[in-house]
């Protein structure tokens, strides 16, 4: 028995390994060639390869690990000597790089140069062939490009161009050569969501978002996010997004963030001529700098009079060298946040560089369901400096999840712990677990109220705030507000500072059974749940309390900290491993016992990733879900999250950890759906049924 073959017949391939926010860590394989997204072309004039001290692409490949350019085919083609020498050597060979190339079309000189509304001289078919001529692996459609003030009758007749010629275009180009189609529609949001929807029903795999370097030029950053958004939500998630002439790093982590994976840089030349030096935050004027704030090999053995004293185009040429290890650098260290799960910080970072910039991360809130559709269930930590934080999904996403635990059961006083940053003490930690005797206990957070059972998952447990009085008014009114859900009429307040009053919580009389209350309270808050069905109920049945239970139910705790480490049931002389809790983020893994209780326990979709059957012989093995095969996911699923693998039948399978949200595992033809943990039919790989380095 064979896994049918992953790859059919596409011109490229996007595989995501790790996502945040809308960002995604990922590989783009075009024509056998790859590179790790995000990632960021230089723009190359192969017209200006041959001055003195010039940046080749073979240097932009092999010094600065950049393995992806953009030329434009309509310069090479308007140049007999560079035209004739592409076509009779191809792009590769000419340009001496082994990477992927990408080629314009003559769009962008249309909006600089063209006069009147006129357009470049090139008709849309011959360019598309001209550029698979040369042997461009992505080639770009001559599109329509929308003027920033058009209005809405004017950017919708440009659409319409663009998506014509966008059939033809992909008819003549035919295979062996990705087609980019860019999603337009100037200014206005609902012609950029109807862009992208007809972009990904032609069935392209790589699309850019054009026209957008006028809003950049002016600033106009709160307008990119919605630009993005919008176009964002008619492609879906599983096409690669190129940002059209995005080539300054303070603006990649936002973007990045929104969820675009590749971008361009002519600026890192341009900028260069006239002696403008990049950072990650701002641009210097080098005759203007008395030192170089950076380490790059052209800047740390150099000052600005070293540079300054060069002749021009070398001069140049240094500055640009300097302005490429920049943004180099720079998508390193943002790509090493997705992975970690810290891209939120870089934003934030970026934004206080900028004014515009910090509106723009404002304008984030606004689409925090499209953001939070897409972003783990979990990161590394949750950092939060002010209320621009507020527009992390994290924010929506528990406000939402912690509501079923703060409806008490109506018959325990509520005592509310004000200062958050003393909740794991060791004062609070012996007044509180386990609680007085007919009391619930709720921390007071800027994410809101908390119950103590659950502070120590993720967002709670990982999350680093100021101190109250370092809060801004927007996180304290977001505070305020989320705590009016709780009745705090009979509270008892607490800052964490000696004992609770003894007369009202009274410390001799504990709780029984509290740890059997906390573990049911943290697997609802982890586990939705369904029709008036709760998960914890789903798992160890309507048992009020540990001594029901008897010895059936054993929790199993780390010698080393005292922490729960694992969840056993006995069942019929048997000793059923449910639940496993990770260090890192406070939330369960999901074992396969408990995996089939939950199977039994609620009905379609919950958490249910569907497969075919063929193919899901090979996943209860135990092998992974690649989202070629997945014919449906439960909507709620996001990175990261326990998920249950069931076939079109809704046989159990086996169970294992999302690695793109639901969307993603239903649109992409590429890449891991599920890490599968355990399958319900272990068995030894055969090595001849599937391809190991890809699972």
């Not at 970072?349 to 910090?358: D, E, I, T």
Request: include cysteine; glycine fraction near 10%.
């Amino acid at each position: 028995m064979r896994m049918p073959d992953r790859d059919d017949e596409q011109r490229s391939r996007f595989e995501i390994s790790h996502c945040d926010l809308m960002g995604r860590l990922g590989t783009l394989t075009v024509n056998g060639r790859k590179v790790t997204t995000p990632h960021l072309m230089p723009v190359v004039n192969p017209g200006k390869m041959e001055t003195r001290n010039a940046i080749t692409p073979k240097e932009l490949l092999e010094t600065f690990g950049f393995r992806m350019l953009i030329t434009n085919s309509y310069i090479i083609g308007r140049n007999p000597r560079l035209r004739d020498r592409a076509i009779s050597e191809g792009l590769h060979r000419m340009l001496a790089f082994d990477g992927i190339i990408m080629t314009d079309s003559g769009t962008f000189q249309s909006y600089m140069y063209g006069s009147g509304g006129s357009e470049v001289d090139v008709d849309p078919l011959e360019i598309v062939r001209f550029q698979k001529d040369i042997g461009s692996d992505i080639g770009t459609i001559l599109d329509r490009f929308t003027e920033p003030d058009s209005d809405h009758q004017a950017a919708e007749q440009d659409l319409s161009v663009t998506l014509k010629r966008a059939a033809a275009s992909l008819e003549a180009a035919g295979t062996g050569m990705e087609v980019a189609v860019p999603v337009q529609g100037g200014r206005h949001l609902d012609l950029r969501e109807r862009s992208g929807s007809e972009v990904r029903r032609l069935g392209v795999g790589y699309a850019p978002i054009g026209g957008v370097v006028p809003v950049m030029g002016s600033y106009d950053y709160p307008l990119l996010v919605d630009i993005i958004a919008s176009s964002k939500k008619g492609l879906g998630p599983s096409v690669p997004v190129h940002l059209f002439g995005a080539g300054h790093p303070m603006i990649l982590p936002l973007a990045v963030a929104m969820g675009c994976d590749l971008f361009d840089s002519a600026s890192y030349i341009k900028f260069a001529r006239d002696g403008r030096y990049m950072t990650r935050d701002r641009t210097y004027h080098l005759k203007e700098m008395d030192v170089l704030p950076c380490s790059c090999p052209v800047c740390s053995t150099r000052d600005p009079g070293d540079i300054l004293s060069l002749p021009g185009e070398e001069r140049t040429n240094m500055v640009a060298r300097h302005n490429l290890w920049v943004l180099q650098t720079y998508l390193n260290e943002i790509r090493a946040s997705i992975k970690e799960g810290t891209l939120w910080e870089l934003v934030e970072r970026s934004a206080s560089a900028n004014p515009r910039l910090h509106s723009a991360v404002r304008r984030m809130r606004e689409h925090s369901s499209l953001i939070e559709g897409q972003s783990p269930r979990s990161t590394r930590r949750f950092m939060c400096s002010s209320s621009l934080s507020l527009a992390r999904p994290e924010f929506a996403r528990f406000s939402r999840d912690v509501r079923p635990l703060l409806r008490g059961n109506g018959e325990d006083r509520t005592l509310v712990l004000t200062d958050w940053g003393r909740s794991r003490s060791r004062n609070v930690v012996e007044a509180l677990e386990p609680p007085a005797r007919g009391w619930s206990c709720i921390v007071r957070t800027p994410m809101g109220p908390v119950p103590y059972e659950i502070m120590e998952m993720y967002p709670a447990g990982q999350s680093i705030f100021s101190d109250p009085s370092g809060l801004d008014e927007g996180m304290l009114s977001y505070m305020d507000e989320e705590m009016s859900v709780v009745e705090t009429g009979g509270c008892l307040e607490w800052n964490g500072i000696g004992r609770p009053d003894d007369t009202e919580y009274d410390l001799g009389n504990r709780e029984e059974g509290y740890a059997f209350r906390k573990l049911r309270s943290m697997v609802r808050f982890q586990f939705p749940d369904q029709d008036g069905m709760t998960a914890d109920r789903v798992l160890f049945g309507d048992y009020g309390s540990l001594s029901e239970l008897g010895d059936r139910l054993e929790l199993v705790y780390s010698r080393k900290t005292g922490k729960l480490r694992n969840v056993h049931l006995m069942e019929e002389g048997r000793k059923l491993h449910l639940l496993s809790l990770r260090a890192e983020d406070g939330l369960f893994t999901l074992k396969i016992e408990g995996a089939r209780r939950f199977h039994s326990g609620f009905s379609p979709p919950w958490k249910r990733v569907v497969v075919d059957s063929e193919t899901g012989e090979f996943n209860a093995m135990g092998y992974n879900v690649f989202c070629k095969f997945v014919l449906d996911a439960d909507p709620s699923i996001r990175p990261l999250d326990e998920a249950l693998i069931v076939d079109q039948d809704d046989e159990f399978l086996a169970c294992g950890k999302a690695v793109v949200g639901s969307d993603l595992m239903r649109g992409s033809r590429s890449g891991i759906a599920v890490k599968v943990r355990e399958g319900t039919t272990p068995s030894k790989r055969d090595p001849e049924g599937i391809d190991e380095d890809k699972n």
